[in-house]
Nanobody, 115 residues
Framework: QVQLVESGGGLVQPGGSLRLSCTAS????????VGWYRQGPGNQRHSVAD???????TYKESVQGRFTISRDNAKNTVYLQMNNLKPEDTAIYYC?????????WGQGIQVTVSS
């Protein structure tokens, strides 16, 4: 049974930082492309950051320079370091793991940026 479990969300003031973690089980993690998506109120789910199994990284333009994605294959975990957070970053953040047509999602975690 595949599980992706996110942690690290919460409420933060504008300009603050959070680090999200997503730990996977039930998959051969180092084969998978992993990433973070988010869905704001009334919006569709969009990719925020993605990292391939070889370490190639892509970011949504609006988070470039503020967010950093990384992975630790020994811990089956992908991270998203989020700095200089803005109110428009408020959303539910989802972890996704993809390999050869197999797509798995976490349950989502709330990030709220507000003063």
């Amino acid at each position: 049974q595949v599980q992706l479990v996110e942690s690290g969300g919460g409420l933060v003031q504008p300009g603050g930082s959070l680090r999200l973690s997503c730990t996977a089980s039930g998959i051969i993690f180092n084969l998978y492309q992993v990433g973070w998506y988010r869905q704001g109120p009334g919006n569709q789910r969009h990719s925020v950051a993605d990292i391939t199994r070889t370490g190639y990284i892509t970011y949504k333009e609006s988070v470039q320079g503020r967010f950093t994605i990384s992975r630790d294959n020994a811990k089956n975990t992908v991270y998203l370091q989020m700095n200089n957070l803005k109110p428009e970053d408020t959303a539910i953040y989802y972890c996704r793991a993809y390999y050869s047509g197999d797509v798995n999602w976490g349950q989502g975690i709330q990030v709220t940026v507000s003063s």
